[in-house]
């Protein structure tokens, strides 16, 4: 069988007058792009816009460089997100579009409006049925992913402390589903106190968007007849005494994630890429990034959503880690060469990619095609 291309370029520029934003360019040109029809179609341009106060999230001159590429072959594009479970400043559409805005992603910054895919109360959503789905039938995603004629994600690579790592599926599975479809996908399981370590400081409570949480006798407690397994409290709580129920739960999610993946892409032209820079253990979600546990290391576009993945992760697996990181304090405890489990123990992020491949959305085997 035939490996699936993904094409790489390193963060070195060679003179004065090269910029990375034009090295992009040429990476995502030599990847195909153009060989795409985007006359007279709606491109969503899938996004993380970064939560207020995190600074690890894309710098949007990468957005506007696609763009601009993309109006130039005829298409008409949008960047786009669906708002989140947990409080912030994306859980509805006006606070979502002020962040994108306060972040940098303005159409006169980007070349291109912003919308918010779910709408103003995270409801505007589309029904799409899941071929070959396991444990979703029918995704529940954002309108305007729904409606988009070509779909591309442009995602930064990092750790995530439930997925293993954000990348091309969990922003597009994770994040094109629409705030019912991610309580779909976190509902396989709920996270406990270890009251040994909780010092009922509260932050797990304010971070709790489903009243869930409570303070008592300066212990915190879970209701799990009100929690959705979003995992918001787990990131929060910085004395790690929350931790999700890793009986199944975590492979199931990952799983789910290919499913709503496949269900946004099936049927469309699509195209992804991942820059793996400012690699924070996790999720931009946070108010806040830790420091990044591995050097920068480079930009990645393929037609495969597996493949492209599957690539960073091996890249950043290979890459030294950045002293005084929490990848270095945690990594002697480890025999294995996986940093993203090192980071977060009970990760499971190969179930996505396996899943994900078996649903024939892509393949795991790629071939790395170097671009200067």
């Given at each position: 069988m035939e490996k699936s291309k993904v094409f790489f370029t390193d963060?070195?520029?060679?003179?004065?007058?090269?910029?990375?934003?034009?090295?992009?360019?040429?990476?995502?040109?030599?990847?195909?792009?153009?060989?795409?029809?985007?006359?007279?179609?709606?491109?969503?341009?899938?996004?993380?816009?970064?939560?207020?106060?995190?600074?690890?999230?894309?710098?949007?001159?990468?957005?506007?460089a696609l763009v601009d590429i993309i109006k130039k072959l005829g298409g008409k594009p949008f960047l786009t997100d669906c708002n989140t479970l947990y409080v912030g400043g994306r859980k509805n559409g006006l606070d979502h579009l002020e962040t994108a805005y306060k972040n940098g992603f303005s159409p006169y910054a980007t070349g291109c409006q912003v919308v918010i895919a779910d709408g103003i109360k995270g409801t505007d959503e589309a029904h799409v049925p899941v071929k070959g789905g396991e444990y979703v039938k029918e995704a529940k995603i954002g309108r305007a992913l729904a409606d988009a004629d070509i779909i591309i994600s442009l995602n930064h690579f990092?750790?995530?402390?439930?997925?293993?790592?954000?990348?091309?599926?969990?922003?597009?599975?994770?994040?094109?589903?629409?705030?019912?479809?991610?309580?779909?996908?976190?509902?396989?399981?709920?996270?406990?106190?270890?009251?040994?370590?909780?010092?009922?400081?509260?932050?797990?409570?304010?971070?709790?968007?489903?009243?869930?949480?409570?303070?008592?006798?300066?212990?915190?407690?879970?209701?799990?007849?009100?929690?959705?397994?979003?995992?918001?409290?787990?990131?929060?709580?910085?004395?790690?005494?929350?931790?999700?129920?890793?009986?199944?739960?975590?492979?199931?999610?990952?799983?789910?994630?290919?499913?709503?993946?496949?269900?946004?892409?099936?049927?469309?032209?699509?195209?992804?890429?991942?820059?793996?820079?400012?690699?924070?253990?996790?999720?931009?979600?946070?108010?806040?990034?830790d420091l990044a546990v591995v050097p920068n290391i480079g930009m990645f576009a393929s037609f495969d959503p597996v493949a492209i993945d599957v690539a960073s992760a091996d890249m950043v697996n290979k890459m030294p880690v950045i002293p005084g990181s929490l990848l270095d304090e945690k990594i002697h405890e480890c025999d294995h060469h996986d940093h993203f489990k090192t980071i977060s123990p009970n990760t499971k992020w190969q179930a996505a990619t396996d899943h994900a491949e078996k649903l024939g959305i892509g393949k795991k085997d790629y071939e790395l095609v170097k671009v200067k």
């Open positions: 963060m070195r520029v060679n003179s004065a007058a090269d910029t990375l934003p034009s090295k992009f360019s040429r990476l995502v040109k030599a990847a195909g792009i153009e060989k795409l029809d985007f006359k007279d179609k709606f491109v969503a341009i899938k996004i993380h816009f970064g939560e207020p106060g995190n600074l690890a999230y894309l710098r949007p001159q990468y957005a506007a990092k750790g995530h402390e439930m997925a293993g790592f954000g990348g091309c599926l969990k922003n597009i599975g994770m994040g094109g589903g629409s705030r019912a479809g991610k309580m779909e996908m976190h509902s396989a399981g709920k996270p406990s106190v270890n009251e040994s370590k909780c010092v009922g400081c509260g932050i797990c409570k304010k971070n709790c968007a489903n009243n869930a949480i409570t303070i008592e006798n300066r212990k915190a407690h879970i209701n799990h007849d009100n929690c959705v397994g979003c995992g918001s409290c787990v990131g929060a709580c910085v004395k790690d005494a929350i931790m999700p129920d890793f009986n199944e739960a975590l492979d199931v999610m990952n799983k789910k994630i290919a499913e709503y993946t496949k269900a946004i892409i099936d049927g469309k032209p699509n195209f992804h890429i991942n820059i793996a820079v400012d690699i924070s253990p996790y999720c931009d979600c946070y108010g806040g990034n």
